[in-house]
């Protein structure tokens, strides 16, 4: 077995050994309440560690192993030092009350990843948004913070466009309504803002942005907004972001799955190319 090497953190690598360990118990034929009688936990705790939900010991993992018959050796030793990242602390431990544990687990997926597509029909995509964009988003959802709260929950959508210019940066792709970017959020002069930061990131390699122009059809967009998020290797599942007012779903069942991405390539087919969708955000430039 290959190590992980996405530079994705703690989340990627708790779903990496969980997806393993999962793989290695139903090969031997132990079941999910064997398995946790033998770490001295229950069925549930084992589910959720094969999910790659709770934190994993060393110890556990190693009495697992031994029960799955997997002997000293290479892999052995590679799964049990995936169990030091896979509890590594993030960058947004500390931030917990404006991070919501709903939330960090996107943050981890969303690092893990080397291709994220979405869909937006309201707001631009977090990891596209300028500060004072942000900071707009922030305050109408938020109408009662304090300055405080609000300054980092800006500073935690800033810290996560780094990732865009990380060393493995995630391919991008972004299909946006056009009334994403007619909508006023924060005012003229941050929308003007707004739209030149957009233009400037299409402009990247690694960053494709398509819109979806107003009064076309849109096949797929009963959906709403939604992220697909794709990992490097076979190991990990794909995932479906679906972010509600207080919470998030997570999918990964691939019948669900292959769904979403049927939906993005359709809207994607609707959508106007990048060289068209880039003529378009500079004329609603030219009219903000």
Known sequence: MSML????????????????????????????????????????????????????????????????????????????ALVGEANATAWWHGQEDVVPPWFQTYL??????????????????????????????VLLGRHTASP??????????????QLLSASRAPRLEAVLDEAVLRRSCGGPEV?????????????????????VPLGSERPGADAGAFTVLGFPGAELPDVVYLEQFTTALYLDRPVEVSEYAA???????????PERSLDLLRTVLRDN
């Open 263 to 273: 939906a993005l390539e359709r809207l994607r087919a609707a959508a106007l190319s």
């Open 5 to 80: 090497h996405t530079g994705g953190g703690a989340t990627a690598h708790r779903l990496l050994l969980g997806s393993r360990l999962r793989r290695l118990r139903e090969a031997s034929g132990v079941s999910r309440e064997d398995a946790g009688y033998s770490i001295r936990a229950s069925e549930s705790k084992i589910s959720r560690m094969e999910l790659g939900r709770v934190g994993f010991k060393e110890r556990d993992v190693a009495d697992l192993l031994t029960l799955y018959g997997l002997p000293e050796g290479e892999e052995r030793a590679a799964l049990l």
């Open 148 to 161: 405080e709260e609000v300054d980092r929950r800006v500073a935690v959508r800033m810290r996560r466009r």
């Open 191 to 211: 929308m003007r803002g707004q739209l030149e930061h957009l233009i400037a990131q299409a402009a990247l390699p690694g960053v494709v942005v398509r819109v």
């Open 108 to 137: 981890g997926l969303e690092q893990a990843a080397s291709v994220i597509a979405c869909y937006e029909v309201q707001y631009v995509p977090g990891l596209l948004q300028t500060e004072a964009y942000a900071r707009a988003v």
